[in-house]
């Protein structure tokens, strides 16, 4: 059994073809598809967070909408790019939307990946101390984010309000979201560090590093990587992966007409160059049900992960992407033996 996500980026522009023209068609229809999702039989929903782009930006509002109007499907971050965070304010926020959805937020963090703005973080009020990386920043500030909300005391107690001195934690807290926070990782070094801290790993279509070796194989031996280093630091329960996986079943003459021609184009692993290093992308899943499940059920590092997040056409609406995703659970979950 694996759990079936799906991963919006929640693109939206005034263009031709476009069901998702402004941002809030684009917020409202995260809501309704969280929604329509949880109908078929999906486990997840997740959002993508970009800043300084038409895409989704501020998270735990949209959450918390979802959260109001659903009842069991995990909903939750791939990820949030923490050079852009208040980790305090972020705790308060993240623990106020867990609440809300009875402890169903799975939140992804990480570095972030490459962007529109040249250090935009920076005009957030957040420069790297000197000698530290955004790399570093971002690492210090997700370790003050979940000592957080674990309920370490932040600030000291002023015993004329309090009566007693001490320190303070973080209020409210949502017990357990400590153990579901996930580290978005592109490399088997930041994979080996996830473990060692004992966060969750959230793998996606892009690995920044190449061997030579097909795409899938790589991020098998990434999630190995992390999965002996959890062990070695000798943290109690055992870790949730997730990989990231473009699937598009053709099983409608719609499902031809918009993903048909790129069934032949991308068919295999890509290798570019992505903010100057080497990377590799993964492949699409494109094709009928039964053949496309037989690849996945194939797929080393899908096979070894706990999670699938489907990356889905946003910009298509609603409709459109529950009808995907419910071919998905019906037709390629069974055959692949997800389900």
């Given amino acids: 059994m694996k759990k079936i ?50 895409q989704f ?43 809300i959805s009875n402890g169903r937020l799975q939140l992804g963090v990480s570095r972030g990946s490459p962007e529109p703005a040249l250090r935009g973080y920076e005009r957030f009020g957040y420069v790297p101390a000197e000698g530290l990386s955004d790399a570093d920043e971002a690492r210090r500030k997700t370790a003050i984010f979940r000592a957080a909300i674990a309920g ?25 979201l400590s153990g579901r926070i996930w580290w978005g990782s592109g490399t088997r070094a930041t994979a080996r560090w996830a473990g060692e801290q004992g966060m969750n790993l959230m793998s996606s279509t892009l690995l920044t590093e190449d061997t030579g070796v097909p795409f899938d194989q790589l991020q098998a031996e990434q999630i190995e990587v992390f999965r ?19 699937v598009f079943p053709l099983v409608t003459d719609e499902d031809r007409y918009y993903f048909g021609v790129r069934a032949q184009l991308e068919a295999t692993d890509q290798v570019g ?8 992308f993964g492949k699409s899943y494109i094709g009928e049900p039964d053949a496309i499940a037989a690849q996945l059920a194939a797929d080393a590092a899908v096979q070894a992960a706990d999670t699938v997040l ?19 659970v019906r037709h390629v979950a069974p055959a692949a033996g997800w389900r």
């Fill in 152 to 176: 370490a005391g932040i600030a000291d107690a002023d015993p004329r309000m309090t009566g007693s001195a001490g320190q303070l934690a973080i209020d409210p807290q949502s017990p357990g």
């Fill in 273 to 280: 160059n992505l903010g100057g290093v080497q990377a590799r």
């Fill in 310 to 328: 489907l990356t889905i056409p946003n910009q298509l609406g609603v409709e459109y992407n529950a009808t995907l995703l419910e071919s998905i």
């Fill in 57 to 99: 930006a501020s998270p735990f509002p949209l959450l918390a909408a979802m959260a109001a109007r659903t009842s069991r499907i995990e909903l939750g971050t791939g990820i949030i790019d923490m050079r852009y965070e208040n980790p305090l304010y972020m705790a308060e926020e993240a623990a106020v939307t867990d609440l």
């Fill in 228 to 246: 002996a280093a959890w062990a070695t630091a000798g943290h109690a329960g055992s870790p949730r992966v997730s990989v990231s996986r473009s």
């Fill in 5 to 54: 996500g799906f991963l919006s980026f929640g693109h939206y522009q005034d263009v031709q073809g476009s069901f998702v023209p402004t941002a809030r068609d684009a917020l409202q229809q995260m809501v309704e598809l969280a929604v329509a999702a949880e109908e078929v039989g999906v486990d997840g929903a997740f959002l993508r967070v970009h800043h300084f782009a038409p």
